[in-house]
């Protein structure tokens, strides 16, 4: 089956710095790519879609300069969250498109 | 906008009871899908299943069983002979612009737990 992967699994960071999360399809192509957070307790909300060398599109009150997301090619989309806070403590979860969506396992972030 | 409700926060039963969890959804779109995901404690989501709106068949799988009415817009899911191990937050999905690897809409999940 496709199988997504994320990378990394889990991290910590101190406010102010910035986190790079990659999602990788490891099987298969993917020309879109989705991006959701999920803070404790509720459902998945939709960021912001990834497409294969076009800028992302993103979703309304998402900050597109906080949340750079880069998909530079076919089987890899990454996030990178900037001058990252404790607010933006979430769960990070990717999905890549072939047929339907496949997720990624998820990123837990915890800004300190 | 598409909407996606599943009314029951938080279902409690004690094991091999059956339970039903309930999606309601929104949508403009005549062709459409539906999605069924479980979310264990470790995050990741789980596939359950996909229907696509022309297809109202209701699907068995194992204890499994999906019970998709259009004229309702409900898409409700059961477990027969509930386990522990079936104890996870459970989402219900909808894709959008008639394809199933369009963005998802997620309703708000229902946490299950079974007890033994």
């Known amino acids: 089956g496709a199988v997504v992967s994320q990378h990394p699994s889990w991290v910590i960071c101190k406010s102010g710095t910035s986190v790079k999360i990659e999602c990788r399809s490891l099987?298969?192509?993917?020309?879109?790519m989705f991006w959701y957070r999920q803070f404790p307790k509720q459902s998945l909300m939709l960021m912001a879609t990834s497409n294969e060398g076009s800028k992302a599109t993103y979703e309304q009150g998402v900050e597109k300069d906080k949340f750079l997301i880069n998909h530079a090619s076919l089987t890899l989309s990454t996030l990178t969250v900037t001058s990252a806070h404790p607010e933006d403590s979430s769960f990070y979860i990717c999905?890549?498109?072939?047929?339907?969506?496949?997720f990624g396992p998820g990123t837990r972030l915890l800004v300190l | 906008a598409q909407k996606v409700t599943q009314a029951q926060t938080e279902i409690s039963v004690v094991e091999k009871e059956d339970v039903t969890l309930d999606c309601v959804y929104e949508t403009r779109d005549t062709t459409y899908y539906l999605f069924w995901y479980k979310q264990p404690p470790s995050g990741e989501l789980v596939f359950l299943i996909r229907?696509?709106?022309?297809?109202?068949q209701n699907e068995i799988s194992g204890r499994y069983s999906w019970n998709f009415q259009k004229s309702t817009s409900s898409f409700n899911f059961t477990i027969t002979a509930s386990q522990v191990v079936d104890s996870a937050v459970y989402f219900c999905a909808l894709s959008e612009g008639g394809t199933s690897y369009g963005k998802l809409t997620f309703g708000q999940g229902t946490i299950l737990t079974v007890h033994p």
């Open positions: 229907r696509n709106s022309f297809d109202e």
């Open positions: 999905s890549a498109s072939y047929e339907t969506q496949y």
């Open positions: 099987d298969f192509q993917a020309t879109t």
